[in-house]
């Protein structure tokens, strides 16, 4: 079924952050109740047209800051020949010198380096060598499995949060500023120019709406990562409640009472 069509109407709830009152949460409840999930290697179809395995690897992945580089680092000196494709060409020219995963992308910012046209973490699917026993995919994903841990913990940033995008906005109340962090669907248009560019987008895609669990629940690390603990459990409450209304609104009895509730139109789509 096709991509659904952008700008469509969304329920949002705000809430002010538990942990911390000068901070207000706006949350977008049709993107975080619908029942999107990654399907890399189910269906996935890739942003690239001719590297429909690559999934969204295409381009590297963008630093969020320096941080997010040296981690990254720290946790590629874990891999090892036997997991990753790319472990050789990743070894520093020099002693003790460091790894060389990174690069300067087109518009100046640090990324992943790109190898054969994709990102260095990423495994080609039927790559063979001898004592190489990984498989196609994101080494760094492969790694949070094999030490038991999230991929939260293993991935760059911005790997680990799509396609949850977070923003932020200030508001002015009388006399203060308040921050409001905005989570939300990092849709295609949030890419910008280049996201116009994508052979295949998966949130607005009814293909990949077909998860056991809503996002809110299914991608509960990222978003307690992102938000925190005190903000995701308040989080869970207006999710809740709106999916135990639209639940009893469904019932034939209660239809002539129906509310307003926008559902994700990929998630309605594919229900069909």
Known sequence: MPE???NFARDWVEFVDP??????YKCDLTWLTSYWTCIYGAGCCGID????DAGCCS??????????????????????????QYFDEAQPKKER?????????LDGDRKTRKIDDSCIFLNRKNFERPGYTGTFGCVLHHLAEKEGVHFVETKPDVCWQLPIRRSFETREMGDQEITVNVIGEYERLAWGDGGAEFNWYCTSNTEAHVGREPVYKSNKAE????MGQAAYDELVIHCDNRMEAISLLKREENKRNLPLFVIHPATVAAGK
Do not use: C, F, H
Request: charged fraction near 35%.
């Open 4 to 6: 659904v069509k952008a």
């Open 59 to 84: 381009d590297g992945a963008y630093y969020s800051d320096q941080d997010d580089e040296d981690r990254t680092l720290k946790i590629a000196e874990r891999l090892t020949p036997d997991m990753w």
């Open 97 to 105: 010198g460091a790894m060389r995963i990174s690069e300067v992308g």
């Open 223 to 226: 978003l307690v990562a992102l």
């Open 19 to 24: 942990a911390n009152p000068e901070e207000l």
């Open 49 to 52: 047209e001719d590297k429909p």
